[in-house]
């Protein structure tokens, strides 16, 4: 398997291709990452651990050129046959997140005349359904590609949610796609309890970015929980663009001595952290991890502006738990933690095994099984045929309009998915 990426910097998508590499090394298959960006700019632990179990290559190993030509424009740059050939030489299929990865993907095995499968993962949920028709041409080919031209075997959604998702919006059935679970979890051995120490520690995990809304509202939880004198800590883990933003609003609040930006979480501490907190709000893969020690864990709806959400994720786990509008009942964040203080030793006991009950179909084993039935599929026969040189203008152009267009739909893509949700 290859997959293609940019810079394995410290994310859930990033972690999953981590664990993935390590779960097939396990299992003496092969595995290689072809990483576009430079090596300095990843993560130095995930890119040192991903080494253990997986071939690194960078776009030099295998084009022609610059190394700053062949890392942009790897669509175009001439490619080494014979460096090209080793180095793919026991992949039998390929996986991306992004549509020009997924067409580079396309390109190599075309060049090698193997037919390898390539396969997209939907790793968030509008990743192509923003702007709707309102995308630049490459944008849309990359989604002609995807959704018109792949099998639909080759569509990994993840989730039955997700794949409802796209059935509306794109008005396919995606009938033969794929919806098994992200592998996140190891199966492991964990000693509960139903202690509570003062004070409440509170913990989320992610990118601060834009859609994940409770890094916000949960400082506004926090100063009403302790001006009802509840004894509460919030630790937020993680960086990003909104950081200073969050860190104002705490500020404002008066609450640095309550609430703290602690920075990136080191891929290899996260059990060892998280294990030590009461509560864990968030969603994406970090939210599997933290049930996976037993930490209650509270469902941080994303692009939710009010501190609600479905409860706690051991109660919504067959769902696309993270995504706003579902037919499900929201809570109250304030009213959940609440109850959470207010239960029996013996409850909260429940409530922690409920949560490691929960996760057994996240596990890597269970995940890579059914991703190594994916190289099976037969990729049509017909070339997908496109001006590659017109492609990376048009990219080009976007990427110019989005920096200085404020009204760029990539830019407003959240706002806009949410009056394109009420369609």
Same mark, same amino acid.
């Given at each position: 398997?290859?997959?293609?990426?940019?810079?394995?910097?410290?994310?859930?998508?990033?972690?999953?291709?981590?664990? &993935?590499?390590?779960?097939?090394?396990?299992?003496?298959? $092969?595995?290689?990452?072809l990483?576009?960006?430079?090596?300095?700019?990843?993560?130095?632990e #995930?890119?040192?651990?991903?080494?253990?179990?997986?071939?690194?290559?960078?776009?030099?190993?295998?084009?022609?050129?610059?190394?700053?030509?062949?890392?942009r424009? +790897?669509?175009?740059?001439?490619?080494?046959?014979?460096?090209?050939?080793d180095?793919?030489?026991k992949?039998?299929? @390929?996986?991306?997140?992004?549509?020009?990865?997924?067409?580079?993907?396309?390109?190599?095995?075309?060049? *090698?005349?193997?037919?390898?499968?390539?396969?997209?993962?939907?790793?968030h949920?509008?990743?192509?359904?923003?702007g709707?028709?309102?995308?630049?041409?490459?944008?849309k080919?990359?989604?002609?590609?995807?959704?018109n031209?792949? +099998?639909?075997?080759?569509?990994?959604?993840?989730?039955?949610?997700?794949?409802? *998702?796209?059935i509306? $919006?794109?008005?396919?059935?995606?009938?033969?796609?794929? /919806?098994?679970?992200?592998?996140?979890?190891?199966?492991?051995?964990?000693?509960?309890?139903?202690?509570?120490?003062t004070?409440?520690?509170?913990?989320?995990?992610?990118?601060?970015?834009?859609?994940k /809304?409770?890094?916000?509202y949960?400082? =506004?939880?926090? !100063?009403?929980?302790?001006?009802k004198?509840?004894?509460?800590?919030?630790?937020?883990y993680?960086?990003?663009? #909104?950081?200073?933003?969050?860190?104002?609003? @705490?500020?404002?609040?008066?609450?640095?001595?309550?609430?703290? #930006?602690?920075? /990136?979480?080191?891929?290899?501490?996260? =059990?060892?952290?998280?294990?030590?907190?009461?509560?864990?709000?968030?969603?994406? /893969?970090?939210?599997?991890?933290?049930?996976?020690?037993?930490?209650?864990?509270?469902?941080?709806?994303?692009?939710?502006?009010?501190?609600?959400?479905?409860?706690?994720?051991?109660?919504?786990?067959?769902h696309?738990?993270?995504?706003?509008?579902?037919?499900?009942?929201l809570?109250?964040?304030? =009213?959940?933690? $609440?109850?959470?203080?207010? &239960?029996?030793?013996?409850?909260?006991?429940?409530? !922690?095994q !409920? %949560?490691?009950?929960?996760?057994?179909?996240?596990?890597?084993?269970?995940?890579?099984?059914?991703?190594?039935?994916? !190289?099976?599929?037969? &990729?049509?026969?017909?070339?997908?045929?496109?001006?590659?040189f017109?492609?990376?203008?048009?990219?080009?152009?976007?990427?110019?309009?989005?920096?200085?267009?404020?009204? %760029?739909?990539?830019?407003?893509?959240?706002?806009?998915?949410?009056?394109?949700?009420?369609?």
């Amino acid at each position: 398997m290859l997959f293609i990426y940019g810079t394995l910097s410290v994310g859930g998508i990033e972690t999953f291709f981590v664990r &993935m590499a390590k779960e097939r090394f396990h299992k003496n298959l $092969h595995t290689s990452i072809l990483l576009l960006s430079k090596p300095e700019r990843s993560n130095d632990e #995930l890119l040192s651990e991903i080494k253990k179990y997986a071939s690194v290559i960078y776009p030099e190993d295998i084009f022609y050129g610059f190394s700053f030509f062949c890392r942009r424009f +790897p669509l175009l740059s001439p490619v080494k046959p014979k460096a090209l050939l080793d180095k793919l030489m026991k992949v039998d299929q @390929i996986h991306a997140f992004d549509g020009m990865h997924a067409l580079l993907g396309y390109r190599l095995s075309q060049i *090698l005349d193997r037919k390898l499968p390539v396969t997209i993962g939907f790793y968030h949920y509008i990743k192509y359904l923003w702007g709707g028709g309102n995308v630049a041409w490459h944008e849309k080919l990359n989604r002609d590609f995807i959704f018109n031209y792949l +099998p639909e075997k080759s569509l990994l959604f993840f989730s039955e949610g997700n794949r409802e *998702l796209y059935i509306k $919006h794109k008005k396919q059935e995606f009938g033969e796609s794929n /919806t098994f679970r992200l592998g996140v979890i190891d199966k492991k051995e964990v000693a509960l309890s139903g202690d509570l120490i003062t004070p409440l520690k509170i913990v989320a995990v992610g990118r601060l970015v834009e859609f994940k /809304t409770y890094n916000f509202y949960m400082i =506004d939880v926090v !100063k009403k929980l302790i001006d009802k004198g509840i004894d509460v800590e919030f630790d937020i883990y993680g960086d990003g663009p #909104l950081k200073q933003q969050i860190q104002e609003k @705490i500020k404002k609040a008066n609450l640095q001595d309550k609430i703290l #930006l602690k920075g /990136t979480l080191d891929y290899s501490k996260f =059990d060892t952290t998280i294990a030590n907190y009461d509560l864990f709000i968030g969603s994406g /893969t970090a939210i599997i991890q933290a049930s996976a020690l037993g930490v209650p864990c509270i469902v941080g709806v994303e692009n939710m502006i009010a501190p609600k959400t479905y409860g706690y994720f051991c109660d919504v786990w067959q769902h696309e738990y993270n995504l706003k509008g579902l037919d499900l009942s929201l809570f109250k964040v304030e =009213d959940i933690i $609440h109850e959470f203080i207010s &239960m029996e030793k013996k409850q909260r006991l429940e409530l !922690k095994q !409920k %949560h490691l009950n929960c996760i057994v179909m996240f596990t890597n084993e269970s995940c890579q099984n059914s991703m190594d039935e994916l !190289k099976k599929i037969e &990729m049509p026969q017909a070339e997908f045929k496109y001006n590659r040189f017109f492609y990376i203008i048009s990219r080009g152009i976007d990427v110019i309009n989005i920096k200085f267009n404020k009204k %760029h739909p990539r830019v407003t893509q959240f706002e806009d998915f949410k009056r394109f949700e009420k369609q």
